[in-house]
T-cell receptor, first 114, second 111 residues
């Protein structure tokens, strides 16, 4: 499976600011996904990012709040904009195996908004 | 709404016993099923995939799928304290790579 890295691993941010999270994969992948996992909760899909096209957002998530870039087949960013304490969460990127539908996760970014 | 349901637990089993984790799903067209293990503070790790009815074994892990009953399970034989984690069931409806995750079952293996 692919090796996935995320930066930063954690951050503490002030209300009203924005944070960009990077996801790097060591091989080319078609589909990348961004998830949020709030404390004690399961994974919630934010959006799907395909290279060369606009990200597809899930219900309850909008581009203005969570803009995503996917400039090539090994990299993606998720920005959390105008943050509030409710955005405190772990943000995870994953990559999809097109043949098997399996997904593999990066180590996550732990975000705390004060 | 497509749902994946799991008992949140905790499920406590003694070391060496069989741990049985269960998952039901609502979307009848679901085709791919996954079990992830998540240690506290870590990201989910894929441990089993199953696509057809029946059993699939990998070491101490066995995944069981019954599409007629919309039920998938994970058996862990000879449970070890290192198996203590939250186990997430995930389901894909096919045709698109998005998967839906259950809320997870916390497993505690007691030495």
């Amino acid at each position: 499976s692919a090796v996935i890295s995320q930066k930063p691993s954690r951050d503490i941010c002030q209300r009203g600011t924005s944070l960009t999270i990077q996801c790097q994969v060591d091989s080319q992948v078609t589909m990348m996904f961004w998830y949020r996992q709030q404390p004690g909760q399961s994974l919630t899909l934010i959006a799907t990012a395909n290279q060369g096209s606009e990200a597809t957002y899930e219900s309850g998530f909008v581009i203005d709040k969570f803009p995503i870039s996917r400039p090539n087949l090994t990299f993606s960013t998720l920005t959390v904009s105008n943050m509030s304490p409710e955005d405190s969460s772990i943000y995870l990127c994953s990559v999809g195996d097109g043949a098997s539908y399996e997904q593999y996760f990066g180590p996550g970014t732990r975000l705390t908004v004060t | 709404q497509k749902e994946v349901e799991q008992n949140s637990g905790p499920l406590s089993v003694p070391e060496g016993a069989i741990a049985s984790l269960n998952c039901t799903y609502s979307d009848r067209v679901s085709q791919s099923f996954f079990w992830y293990r998540q240690y506290s503070g870590k990201s989910p790790e894929l441990i089993m995939s199953i696509y057809s009815n029946g059993d699939k074994e990998d070491g101490r892990f066995t995944a069981q799928l019954n599409k007629a009953s919309q039920y998938v399970s994970l058996l862990i034989r000879d449970s070890q304290p290192s198996d203590s984690a939250t186990y997430l069931c995930a389901v894909n409806a096919g045709g698109y790579q998005k998967v839906t995750f259950g809320t997870g079952t916390k497993l505690q293996v007691i030495p």
